[in-house]
């Protein structure tokens, strides 16, 4: 009724209201909310350095300027504490993940499958710009990391043209670039 008096955003007396309707929703999102994020925040930090040391090593011998450009991110980034626990947490991982790529045993689709599960879009975004710049850390675009990106993004289930574009400005600098056969 028009004289309806309201206190805290619900109304003070029931005979004024004309009818009643309560909706419940039931909503299922797709991605992890801020708090499964930041629970899962060392977890998809592992995943991403691994990630990176597999574009850096996608020619079978490692890329310094890659394992160089990992450092600076995730030093920048602060994904690690500062503590010398998380310094040789950290080095064990690049050293592990080095062997496992040499070795031919790391399941890169287990990666991004675990990356999909606990990341938000935004997230898979960011591994991808790091993932762009190891690969054009050393001002080449080779076949193998070429092929490794596009793969890469389409596992993260990212928006391919996005994508192209940042890839487009990610090598634009870049003074070698090896086309692969694929799509790009």
Do not use: C
């Amino acid at each position: 009724k028009l004289n309806a008096k309201f206190e805290n955003g619900k109304i003070k007396n029931k005979k004024d209201l004309y009818f009643h309707v309560e909706t419940l929703f039931d909503l299922n999102f797709e991605e992890p909310g801020y708090l499964d994020a930041e629970k899962y925040e060392g977890d998809i930090n592992e995943k991403i350095v691994q990630l990176g040391m597999a574009v850096a090593y996608s020619e079978k011998k490692i890329n310094t300027a890659g394992i160089e450009s990992i450092n600076t991110e995730i030093l920048w980034k602060n994904f690690f504490e500062d503590s010398t626990d998380q310094k040789i947490k950290y080095s064990f991982l690049l050293k592990n993940t080095h062997e496992l790529l040499k070795n031919n045993k790391l399941s890169l689709s287990e990666i991004v499958k675990e990356i999909n599960f606990k990341s938000s879009v935004s997230k898979r975004y960011e591994a991808m710009n790091l993932l762009l710049n190891i690969a054009g850390s050393d001002d080449r675009l080779s076949k193998e990391e070429d092929k490794l990106l596009n793969n890469t993004a389409r596992a993260l289930e990212l928006d391919l043209n996005r994508f192209q574009q940042m890839k487009t400005s990610t090598i634009a600098n870049i003074e070698t670039i090896e086309e692969s056969d694929e799509d790009s």
